[in-house]
Each structure stands twice: as structure tokens, then as C-alpha cells.
């Protein structure tokens, strides 16, 4: 099966700086990855995506990197705000299946 | 619009009872999931749908089955409760890459 798992399962950040999430995937044939941002009780959020032929991709205050070579994938989130503070998936998409990374919980500290 | 709708939001259960999730969408969208997610980890997809009519395994199917009689509605079935399938269930429909998630049916069993 699948494998798409993060470095890290926590991060805590000062307000105002820089945070990179990591996310590494096994699986060579992944159409597409996603970034989802899931506060406590409430289902997944897209945040961004980034098809497989793409090696970066910005939104706002958001940039997700690809490195297929090692199979890595990161989320950027410049300028952290309190409201950011949350768990963030990766997730990729593979013909119809669609698989999640366990999670990085993101703390901003003020 | 009211997207993605899940019932129940909480519901507990006995070791061998049964019950349905219900999940329906009014996006009109052909692509459907059920998700898993137990404390502190990601989403495991359970079941999904391509289509009214066509229902697939996903990672972790033992014990639940779905069904897709029409493009609204992929409700979740539980025929005999376990102690194992207590999580936090997620219904999402996919367009393209984009996906909308439900906010969640909370289940016990015990």
C-alpha cells in the first residue's frame, strides 16, 4: 500500500516567522500531492497542490516544494499567525485513491 | 449548498450492534470517500466511489461496507461493531484535487 508519512509530528513556531512542514512518500506513481490543514473537530481544509511534473508552487504565504528524486515534499507557510496553529497533512493522489500522511501538529506561539 | 453532510455527529455502540453513516453531497460530485482517523494519526481511507454504482476497497475496508445507489448518497455500514472501529469517521468527495470534507461522525463502540 501507500506510505505517506511526515518527519516531525510537532512543530512550534514564534508568530511572525517561517514554517516548513515535511512529508515523505513512497510511491513513484502519485498523480498529485495536497496539503490539508485540519483544526481540532473540524474536517481537512485544502490548503494547496502541486501535480507530480511541478517541483514548486505558491499561494498565499504558502509554497509547496517536490522533490521526486528523494521523494520529499514541503510546506512553507511564511509569516505564521496564531490562526495557522493546526495539524497539516500531506496527501497524494494516485488514479482514484487518495491517501493521507499522518500529520504534523503546528503550535504558533505569540 | 450545504456540501458534504454527515448524521450522526456522535453516536456510541455496543460490541456487536450495527449501524449506518450516512454521508450525502448536493455538489453533484462523482467521487466519493470514507475516511478513518483515530487519535493523533491521519486519515485511513476506508471504501471509496468513482461513481453511482461502483464502490472500491481502499486501505483499511475489514469490517465496513458501503454502497452507491445513487450520486448523493455513500452511506458507511457497520454490521458488528468492534472495540477497534472506535475513530473519528470523515465522508469527502474529490474534484480534481480539490476535496470537501464532512465534519465528521465521532464513534465508540464498547
Known amino acids: 500500500g501507500e506510505s505517506v508519512g511526515l518527519h516531525l509530528p510537532t512543530l512550534s513556531v514564534q508568530e511572525g516567522d517561517n514554517s516548513i512542514i515535511n512529508c515523505a512518500y513512497s510511491n513513484s506513481a502519485s498523480d498529485y500531492f495536497i496539503w490539508y490543514k485540519q483544526e481540532s473537530g473540524k474536517g481537512p481544509q485544502f490548503i494547496i497542490d502541486?501535480?507530480?511534473?511541478?517541483d514548486k508552487r505558491q499561494g498565499q504565504r504558502v509554497t509547496v516544494l517536490l522533490n521526486k528524486t528523494v521523494k520529499h515534499l514541503s510546506l512553507q507557510i511564511a509569516a505564521t499567525q496564531p490562526g495557522d496553529s493546526a495539524v497539516y497533512f500531506c496527501?497524494?493522489?494516485?488514479?482514484?485513491?487518495?491517501?493521507f500522511g499522518t500529520g504534523t501538529s503546528l503550535t504558533v506561539i505569540p | 449548498n450545504a456540501g458534504v453532510t454527515q448524521t450522526p455527529k456522535f453516536r456510541i455502540l455496543k460490541i456487536g450492534q450495527s449501524m449506518t453513516l450516512q454521508c450525502t453531497q448536493d455538489m453533484n460530485h462523482n467521487y466519493m470517500y470514507w475516511y478513518r482517523q483515530d487519535p493523533g494519526m491521519g486519515l485511513k481511507l476506508i471504501y471509496y466511489s468513482v461513481g453511482a454504482g461502483i464502490t472500491d476497497k481502499g486501505e483499511v475496508p475489514n469490517g465496513y461496507n458501503v454502497s452507491r445507489s445513487t450520486t448523493e448518497d455513500f452511506p458507511l455500514r457497520l454490521e458488528l461493531a468492534a472495540p477497534s472501529q472506535t475513530s473519528v469517521y470523515f465522508c469527502?468527495?474529490?474534484?480534481?484535487?480539490?476535496?470537501?470534507f464532512g465534519q465528521g461522525t465521532r464513534l465508540t463502540v464498547v
Open positions: 496527501a497524494d493522489i494516485i488514479g482514484n485513491q487518495f491517501y
Open positions: 502541486i501535480r507530480s511534473n511541478m
Open positions: 469527502a468527495t474529490l474534484v480534481s484535487t480539490e476535496a470537501f
